[in-house]
């Protein structure tokens, strides 16, 4: 039995299963067909017929057909494949960050260990296979795949045997993702949980696209970091800035025109990263830690292949 922890605790998990059963009637007599493969033998739904070739497996002989015609014919079916399905958590200190003062809540790393418990939970109701990728500068050791329902313990005691971020854990997305790419056997679907705060972070993207994961991008901010119209009473006059991860400081004259770079700035990143992402087609959702888990989780699953 899991022990309960503040993230994962009683009325989470209640949520869960609501969540669950409401995707499942969203989602419910909506087609499988980008998981299905043609296989030979015993499944689902029958598909069509081929001819034997010698080799075949002849329990996979339809007799009866060869008692009226004469012919040797293999059957084939329609199998649903279980989905890999990977979560790439970003760990490192830009999402510990909240705004100074700011009041006690989930900070973004918090978000997405939520949001990945949450998406794990459906995968594995689903008899999907999961596993889970904590990375910063460089990928962290996994879970391993698990399959089933009842494995959801072993996903919630693992994200909540991560570590805290370090202070000084800067976010690389590239190395981390090739460390990733290398230790998959097979492909599937990755979900990215992250504030995306890298300058690389669409050769990144891209590079998954290149090794033919599907990908969907989840990035998680702060509220002040989408919209610092509350710091700006505090920035007044000369200020320091330093940067999260790498400890770099910036001194600056803090005023409207301060604000009015920072919201163009900002806006350059996220356009610039989301026409990228389009380009790979890639679903990217922006999303703050104001936002209700559940209510981001069903816009995610509406473009995902999770639950289609």
């Not at 949450?118 to 391993?144: H, K, Q, T």
């Not at 313990?153 to 290398?182: I, M, N, S, W």
């Not at 350059?268 to 104001?290: D, K, N, V, W, Y």
């Not at 209510?295 to 473009?303: A, D, H, S, T, W």
Request: with cysteine.
């Amino acid at each position: 039995m899991v022990e309960e922890s503040p993230l994962f605790d009683s009325s989470f998990l209640a949520k869960l299963e609501q969540l669950h059963l409401l995707a499942r009637r969203i989602f419910r007599g909506q087609q499988h067909a980008e998981r299905r493969s043609r296989q030979t033998g015993t499944s689902l739904e029958f598909a069509d017929y081929r001819n034997y070739t010698p080799g075949d497996d002849l329990r996979s002989v339809d007799w009866n057909v060869y008692g009226r015609l004469d012919r040797l014919f293999v059957k084939l079916f329609e199998a649903e494949e279980d989905l890999h399905v990977s979560f790439l958590i970003d760990r490192s200190a830009s999402m510990l960050w909240r705004p100074e003062g700011a009041a006690e809540g989930w900070c973004k790393a918090d978000h997405a260990l939520r949001v990945a418990a949450a998406l794990s939970y459906i995968a594995l109701s689903n008899l999907d296979r999961v596993n889970l990728f904590p990375f910063e500068a460089m990928l962290g050791e996994d879970l391993g795949f698990v399959r089933g329902k009842g494995q959801f313990h072993a996903v919630l005691d693992f994200l909540k045997r991560l570590p805290t971020p370090r202070p000084d854990g800067q976010t690389r997305l590239e190395p981390a993702f090739r460390t990733f790419a290398h230790r998959m056997k097979r492909r599937g679907l990755v979900f990215v949980l992250s504030d995306l705060f890298d300058p690389e972070a669409a050769e990144a993207l891209a590079y998954l696209r290149q090794q033919r994961f599907d990908v969907v991008v989840l990035q998680i901010l702060d509220p002040a970091e989408a919209e610092p119209t509350l710091l700006a009473e505090a920035l007044r006059g000369d200020v320091r800035l330093r940067d999260t991860e790498s400890g770099a400081t910036l001194d600056a004259v803090a005023d409207g025109s301060l604000l009015a770079a920072y919201h163009d700035a900002f806006a350059r990143f996220h356009t610039t990263l989301e026409a990228r992402c389009r380009s790979l087609g890639i679903p990217m959702l922006q999303t703050t830690t104001a936002i209700p888990f559940e209510e981001l989780l069903l816009r995610v699953l509406r473009n995902s292949r999770l639950l289609k």
